[in-house]
């Protein structure tokens, strides 16, 4: 998707890159200053259980990975309404550091639908945990078809609005693009481009978006319409090819083909 937000002056695809992910719970290669573990159990509303898993699952959880957080289970407790997770931080900034950062943050205020507007009851609990089971928590928590869906979502509403950081994130440090002149092109190329002014496109949607998953990866196809701030709109066909490390998908290669008028 996103290098199929292409640079249309010149034809040239705009691509994707990632930020390094933040490294895994338990494994910086500095000493960290806090270690947290928090179980959560919210009480949602009646009858808005599936809501909120799937809001949740759509935006809270990609984002909090994103953001260095693990979250090695969660699950819907139907018989009671309940839905319960399983929060992990470790890094040098404090807990409460973490978690202000985290709501004060504008991915977080934007979020729609939020999740958190279902909830009747939060409980909070910091645990000890007696056993970690590395394999369990590369189990893929939720729906990755939907997360992977949100992410080509996330990549094309950060080209429009400007925001570096969030495209960055998604994409992985040695990412590449094939553009529709059949040009390889890196990351740090591709953000210079869409990110050194202004966003050449002033609007852009997603639609027609395929998963298919293969254990940790997954290959994503869609179709973009961008209409860019000078020019005509174009619409192009995307591959997105995704990897998951340390239970965050990051893509690796995109390649985008022009449909002709």
């Not at 950081?165 to 002149?181: C, G, Q």
């Not at 949607?205 to 290959?219: C, E, W, Y």
């Amino acid at each position: 998707m996103h290098r199929t937000i292409i640079a249309f002056i010149g034809g040239l695809a705009l691509g994707s890159s990632v930020v390094a992910g933040v490294t895994a719970f338990g494994q910086a290669s500095a000493p960290a200053r806090t270690s947290v573990a928090q179980l959560r159990l919210y009480t949602i509303d009646k009858g808005r259980l599936d809501d909120f898993a799937a809001a949740w699952r759509a935006g809270v959880y990609p984002l909090r990975t994103r953001l260095g957080y693990r979250i090695p289970f969660a699950a819907k407790i139907p018989s009671t309404n309940q839905f319960v997770w399983l929060l992990m931080y470790a890094g040098p900034e404090s807990w409460e550091q973490k978690e202000a950062a985290y709501y004060a943050s504008d991915d977080r205020k934007r979020l729609s639908p939020d999740p958190a507007q279902w909830i009747a009851r939060p409980e909070q609990l910091m645990v000890d945990p007696v056993i970690v089971d590395a394999a369990a928590a590369r189990f893929p928590v939720g729906n990755s078809e939907a997360e992977l869906a949100a992410l080509e979502q996330a990549l094309v509403k950060s080209v429009v609005g400007g925001d570096r950081a969030t495209y960055s994130a998604i994409l992985d440090p040695d990412w590449r693009t094939i553009d529709t002149l059949g040009r390889v092109r890196a990351k740090a190329d591709v953000l210079e481009q869409l990110f050194a002014g202004p966003s050449p496109i002033a609007d852009g949607t997603i639609d027609a978006v395929s998963v298919r998953l293969f254990g940790d990866a997954a290959v994503v196809t869609g179709r973009t319409t961008a209409t860019p701030r000078a020019g005509a709109t174009i619409v192009l066909r995307f591959t997105d090819v995704f990897i998951r490390r340390d239970g965050r998908w990051q893509v690796v290669a995109s390649q985008g083909t022009r449909i002709a008028p």
